[in-house]
Structure formats: structure tokens, C-alpha cells
């Protein structure tokens, strides 16, 4: 069952510009982590952030959380090519009294830095 | 750094054929995981693992089973290979994030393997 949504599917922007990237989620949740897939490799943890959390920042990374409206944004700040790559965020299902060890990932946004 | 080391890259199986996929981590992570990846569908959880012996079906594990015999070690098995099982799949692992508030264990970061790719003809 998909959690969260990535929004938009794909981003084109100049290099050096900034890159916002959206996930919208259905459910309460523990944590929410970003990741990074280079095209035919696995995926890369970017930055994960705790439903107490608001924001979160790591290097050209910045990641908000809004749990009033289910949403998280994940802002790529002075963009390079080597940024091209598909975005996924990951949710954390919350459920109460009971252990929870998956993930469940977005569709993805696909971003693409032209040089 | 964390290792997760899947198998095969590329592989290419025949329609009722028997597949093994294998992965294995180099941390000492209680949980692992298998995912798909399909273009659309993104990734899907098939089964995962937080300990030796255990297993938990995810969202999709219809024509699938896992094995998790050493802790580092976790196979996925296609008991009988079929073409909608063309697909990428994904093996990751990961500790345990500590507590919620709730005291419900969390999910920590995941580790992924770098993919193995299944063509079945």
C-alpha cells in the first residue's frame, strides 16, 4: 500500500538553481527519510527526520516537516548536475503499542540539473 | 561502511525455472528487506526480516518466499519464475531507530544493495 507521494514526478532545472520536492502521507507516522537513486543503483539515505522534528537541515539539504498536513518537503539548495537522480521519500508507519520495521517508499521525483 | 552486497546484477531465468536471489550485510543489522522496483509502482516491500529465522510478509509476497538463516544472510526465492516477475529488486538492512514516543520500535536508515536485475522470458 503506498504512503507517501512525491510531487512533482519530474523536475527540470538549471544548474546552480534551487530543487523542491514534495511527499504527502495518509497516515500517522514515527519518522520520514529521503533517499537518493542514481538511474540503475540502489538507493542512498539521504536525511530522516522524527515526527517531533521540523526541520532538518544537512549540507545543500533541507528538509521540512508538517504533520498537521501530512507533508514533508525536501529542498535541494544550488543545484549541480551531479544532483540528476530520482528522490524518494519514506515513511515510517506509526502504530501504536506495536513494533513497526518498515518503510514505505513514494513513487519518486525524478530531477534532472542541466549543466 | 555499511555493505550490503546483493548477488547478481543481471540475471536472465526462463518461465518456471527456480530463482535465488541472495544478499548479504556486513553490520550486524537486525532487519532486512526485500523490495521490487517497477517504473510507476515504485518501490514495494515483498518480505522483510528483524531476526534470524523471522520473517514478515510486506505488501506484495504472492510468488515469493525468503530465507534468513545467519543473521547476515537473506535470500529471496522465486519458487517458480513467472514474466510479471521481470522487475528490480532490492535488498536493504537496517538497524532498528530506537523508540517512538508511543514506545513502538521505530525504523532506522536503510542500506540498500545495489540492485539485481530479473529478466524472466
Known amino acids: 500500500s503506498q504512503q507517501g507521494e512525491e510531487d512533482p514526478q519530474a523536475l527540470s532545472i538549471q544548474e546552480g538553481e534551487n530543487a523542491t520536492m514534495n511527499c504527502s502521507y495518509k497516515?500517522?507516522?514515527?519518522?520520514l527519510q529521503w533517499y537518493r537513486q542514481n538511474s540503475g543503483r540502489g538507493l542512498v539515505h539521504l536525511i530522516l527526520?522524527?515526527?517531533?522534528?521540523r526541520e532538518k537541515h544537512s549540507g545543500r539539504l533541507r528538509v521540512t516537516l508538517d504533520t498537521s498536513k501530512k507533508s514533508s518537503s525536501l529542498l535541494i539548495t544550488a543545484s549541480r548536475a551531479a544532483d540528476t537522480a530520482s528522490y524518494f521519500c519514506?515513511?515510517?508507519?506509526?502504530?501504536?503499542?506495536?513494533?513497526?520495521?518498515?518503510?514505505?517508499f513514494g513513487k519518486g521525483t525524478k530531477l534532472s540539473v542541466i549543466p | 561502511d555499511v555493505k550490503v552486497t546483493q548477488s547478481s546484477r543481471y540475471l536472465v531465468k526462463r518461465t518456471g525455472e527456480k530463482v535465488f536471489l541472495e544478499c548479504v550485510q556486513d553490520?550486524?543489522?537486525?532487519?532486512m528487506f526485500w523490495y521490487r522496483q517497477d517504473p510507476g509502482l515504485g518501490l514495494r516491500l515483498i518480505y522483510f526480516?528483524?531476526?534470524?529465522?523471522?520473517?514478515e510478509k510486506g505488501d506484495i509476497p504472492e510468488g515469493y518466499s525468503v530465507s534468513r538463516e545467519k543473521k547476515e544472510r537473506f535470500s529471496l526465492i522465486l519458487e517458480s519464475a513467472s514474466t510479471n516477475q521481470t522487475s528490480m529488486y532490492l535488498c536493504?538492512?537496517?538497524?532498528?531507530?530506537?523508540?517512538?514516543?508511543?514506545?513502538?520500535?521505530?525504523?532506522?536508515?536503510?542500506?540498500f544493495g545495489e540492485g539485481s536485475r530479473l529478466t524472466v522470458l
Open positions: 536493504a538492512s537496517s538497524l532498528e531507530g530506537g523508540f517512538s514516543e508511543r514506545d513502538s520500535v521505530v525504523s532506522g536508515e536503510l542500506f
Open positions: 497516515t500517522s507516522i514515527n519518522n
Open positions: 527526520i522524527r515526527s517531533n522534528e
Open positions: 519514506a515513511t515510517d508507519r506509526s502504530y501504536s503499542g506495536a513494533g513497526s520495521y518498515q518503510l514505505t
Open positions: 553490520m550486524d543489522h537486525e532487519n
Open positions: 526480516s528483524y531476526d534470524v529465522k523471522m520473517k
